[in-house]
């Protein structure tokens, strides 16, 4: 099999082109990847001298660079998106373009073709905040963020090329991501990278919203899953079902990284920020006989270890154009902020 991996230069899709190449000795991948500032060629570079790999730089909203990479691949899985909720919310355009626009060049370029499976990246984000019980794959979405609202339309984008032109469309829900290689604007690498700095850890509003923390490894065991198994036109959600808030993840990088306290700072919130995901992951688990494997604190052990072991790989990141944005996101706010609550 050759598949299309876009989006491969980024955080998740860099450790599934790792993976399913270690896995499957007869798969080939190739990558499409715009780099933007998420996306990077060294996170590749494990796999850059294996003949199976190939990289293409380019726009998924360019039909052109797309019919190119997708030539000859019976599979795309689709990751290729503006990721970073906070961003959304300061611009969406890009969000719109990417998320929504890129899937609907896509889905043209692989209609074409007589291809195995179109498997499209989503997010338990799509739902909207759950107080209570845990998302199901037959529940309304309900989109809060531009961020989320893109992704929901790049779903159901996605699904209406199943419905309307038969196209072996599969859409994935994922929790909150977590591992190596993640950039350091998520809540995970931010606040494991500015522990190992002695720099502040800005937790939004009262700290006490909470998500379901998913080893990046056992994400993409999934997504191989369900590449092999799952029939066309069908959801799922993929989550570890470890809920935690995010002053129970803060304190847990504190202690693991041997960080000080004093270093939390409760700061002005997110603007509608949602309180609360949770996903029921029985469909995977019974149809595809998936379960998550690493528990939280192993995992974030892991992760801890691997930016202390790739301090060169963050702070290349964290002296370019993010230096900029931590300012425009963090400064005014961590001037109003109070420490442990
Ligand atoms: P990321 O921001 O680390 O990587 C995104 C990648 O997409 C980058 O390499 C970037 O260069 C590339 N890209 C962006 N715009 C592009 C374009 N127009 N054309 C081609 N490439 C483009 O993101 P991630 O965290 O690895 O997320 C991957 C996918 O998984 C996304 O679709 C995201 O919505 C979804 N997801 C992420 C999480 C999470 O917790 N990180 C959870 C659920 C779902
Ligand atoms: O500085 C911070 N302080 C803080 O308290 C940051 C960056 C985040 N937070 C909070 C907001 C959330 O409650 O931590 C939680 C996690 O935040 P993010 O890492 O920004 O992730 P989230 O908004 O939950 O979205 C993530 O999970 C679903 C990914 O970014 C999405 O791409 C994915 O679809």
Redesign the pocket.
Known sequence: MRILV????????SNFTRMALKLNPGWKVTV?????????RENLVEVEKDPRFRFFH????DSDAVSLAMKDCDAVV???????VDRSIHDSS?FV???IE?VRVLLEAFREGGRRMFLQ?????VYGSVEHGRSGEADRLDPRSPYAAS?AGGELLAMSYFSTYGVPVVVT??????GPF??PE?LVPLFVTNAMDGEPLPLYGDGLNSRDW?FVDD?CRALLRVLEDSAPGKVYNIGAGQEHSNREVTDLILEIAGASRELVRYIEDRPGHDRRYALDVSLLEEELGWTAEIPFRQGLERTVAWYRDNRGWWETIKSGEFREYYRSMYAGRLEGSVGER
Request: with cysteine; charged share 25%; proline share 0%.
């Open positions: 876009t989006g491969g230069a980024g955080f998740i899709g499409l990847d715009k780099l933007t500032y998420a996306g990077r380019g726009d998924i909203c689709n990751f290729a998106a503006e990721t970073h890009s373009r990417t998320d890129g990246i989503s997010t338990d984000e992704k829900r994922a929790s909150n991501n977590y993640q950039y998520k998913l994400h």
